[in-house]
């Protein structure tokens, strides 16, 4: 058995599309253009990286971009002060705050001083309380994105067993919740889980999110199972590759579990590319909520 490879690119792509046919429609019709706040604290060159990403697709999409990078030296009041300067700014209807924040700054105290709608990132403990309650909410963006991709490959997630290996408040848990809103039958497993092998061996629908580069190996899989890996991990080159050369893997052993799976997910070109689509969704969204309008159908 070969795996379907599910194409996040692809997906993500046909997603954004939607969303900046959507954008250009609330410019015409009602002169509204979306905007986001992605405030930087430090010089994390990963976070520089991906801010820079987010950036060039929100301006793609026809959204109005506010970036604001301060000094890794910032305070957490003059944090907190911005975060309410954009609570306040009507133009801006989704603040996102790049984590991790430097060590004198409380992400719990800047999570939960966001306006809860305009919490794109669905951190605030309002968004997570109300997905917990099966109430309309902004939810994590890469969770959300996991779940569209594995729709892909199911007509429905209704009945399923799935297995969510990974317990955190950005992936798995918001993950667990959004599976069991489909109808799913969600164990969520961790570090102290018994017998975790014999446990993926069962699920229809595995979620990979721990951190561990290709851990979860082929004989882990049942076959015809749907991998979804949310690992992104960089090691060092395998031999014949130039000296120091780094690459990125999944939490996933991608080619021996291809070879078993039914659907699977690269990295990267998986998950990925979902995350930022499913950003500029959320922005989408909340825009929409906070000017009484219907939310967007994509």
Known sequence: MTA???????????????????????????GLVPGIAVVLVGENPASEVYVRTKSKMVAAAG??????????????????????????????????VQLPLPPQI?????????DPAKDVDGFHPLNVGRLASGLPALVPCTPLGCVMLAKTAHVSLAGLDAVVIGRSNIVGKP???????????????????????GLCRR???????????????????????TVIDVGINRVAG???????????VGDVAYAEVAAVAGALTPVPGGVG??????????????????????????
Request: charged share 20%; hydrophobic share 50%; glycine share 6%.
């Open 63 to 96: 959204m109005h971009a506010i970036d604001r990078k301060l000094p890794a030296t910032t305070s957490e009041a003059e944090l907190l002060a911005l975060v309410g300067e954009l609570n306040a700014d009507p133009a801006v209807n989704g603040i996102l």
């Open 238 to 248: 395998q031999e014949g590759q130039q000296a120091g050369k780094s690459r990125i």
């Open 175 to 197: 993950v667990a919740q959004l599976l069991l809103a489909e109808n799913a039958t969600v164990t969520v497993a961790h570090s102290k889980t018994r017998d975790l092998l």
């Open 273 to 298: 590319p979902m995350t930022i689509a499913c950003l500029l969704l959320n922005t989408l969204r909340a825009a929409c909520a906070q000017n009484g309008l219907p939310a967007p159908s994509i």
């Open 4 to 30: 379907h490879i599910i194409d996040g690119k692809t997906i993500a792509a046909d997603l954004r599309g939607k969303v900046t046919d959507a954008v250009h429609r609330l410019l015409r019709d009602r």
């Open 203 to 225: 699920a229809d629908l595995l979620i990979a999110a721990i951190g561990r580069p290709e851990m979860v190996r082929a004989d882990w899989i049942k076959p015809g199972a």
């Open 106 to 114: 409380d992400s719990h105290k800047i999570i939960a001083a966001i």
